[in-house]
């Protein structure tokens, strides 16, 4: 359990940002939301944060802002970082890369030059493991990084983005000494989600392949603190509670994310198959084991 230890949360508009608000400040955190506008956000900040909250400060920070983003960070022992694409380039294509990796590096310098920092903890995506030529064989866990001439070729430019950002960050973490984890999430479970979500490129191969998992919001807040807090926690983890490995599962997202009146699934998700799973989050599940034990001994 936390002290009056203080905090960033960057983006904290999205819907990982606003949740984590809520948990951190629930566990005693001082939190310093750093806000940025994107068109899947919220209305405004009363929407989206208890600004009641004594522990909360709001601040705008725009990642391509090296001031804005050294603003937020003052004063705090620890960052949680995800990025959301800026509002007039909201769509991912093959220059997000570019603009993905950039913000993590500005970000990243920041912590550098920020001398209370002490972890930060890095939204990242199982995108950036699960692409390569040879997309069958062993199991994939946290060793594994998706090969971006792959998804050059094939256009899977969130993988790319994911995955070209994750190494800017890992480059200037280890550079500079700075103490970092990441959390490689897997498919993000919110309301809104939606056919078009950038993620799900390729969802077919993915699901024949044993390595479309999905997450829900409240999982996944629980994982980053978890490895922020847990002293042991180290290098990348997979982060997914649930796997889409049968017709069953693979038809009930599909009729969540298509609008009524479009046709059956895509048959290229045959019926009566259950795919072998091939991804690992052992790793992360040994750690969330403490944390859950020590959340019902303070409940």
Not at 72 to 80: M, T, V, Y
Not at 146 to 164: E, G, P, R, V
Not at 206 to 233: K, N, P, Q, W
Request: a negative charge; one cysteine or more.
């Amino acid at each position: 359990m936390a002290s009056s230890r203080t905090v960033c949360v960057m983006d904290a508009s999205g819907h990982l940002g606003s949740a984590l608000v809520h948990l951190l400040l629930h566990r005693g955190y001082t939190v310093h939301a750093a806000l940025q506008p994107h068109p899947n956000g919220f209305q405004s900040v009363e929407e989206l944060l208890p600004s009641s909250n004594k522990n909360l400060k709001i601040f705008d920070a725009d990642p391509f802002d090296y001031h804005s983003i050294t603003a937020a960070l003052k004063g705090c022992c620890g960052l949680f970082y995800s990025f959301q694409p800026p509002s007039d380039h909201s769509t991912y294509d093959e220059f997000m890369a570019e603009i993905e990796a950039r913000a993590a590096h500005n970000v990243l310098e920041a912590c550098a030059q920020t001398d209370t920092i002490e972890k930060v903890v890095f939204t990242s995506s199982v995108t950036t493991v699960i692409w390569n030529e040879s997309r069958t064989g062993s199991d994939l866990d946290e060793k594994n990084w998706t090969d971006i001439n792959f998804c050059k070729k094939f256009k899977l430019w969130h993988a790319l983005s994911k995955t070209l950002a994750e190494k800017s960050a890992w480059a200037l973490a280890m550079d500079r000494g700075i103490n970092m984890v990441t959390i490689n999430g897997g498919l993000l479970m919110t309301p809104d989600l939606t056919i078009t979500n950038p993620y799900l490129k390729g969802a077919a191969e993915m699901y024949e392949d044993g390595v479309f998992v999905t997450v829900d919001l409240r999982f996944i807040a629980d994982a980053h603190i978890c490895v922020f807090e847990d002293v042991s926690s180290y290098g990348r983890y997979l982060c997914f509670n649930h796997v889409i490995s049968c017709s069953r599962d693979a038809d009930k997202l599909a009729q969540m994310l298509l609008p009524s009146s479009d046709p059956s699934p895509p048959q290229s998700w045959e019926k009566a198959r259950i795919y072998q799973q091939r991804i690992s989050n052992k790793k992360l599940n040994n750690l969330m084991m403490e944390f859950e034990n020590d959340q019902l001994l303070s409940n």
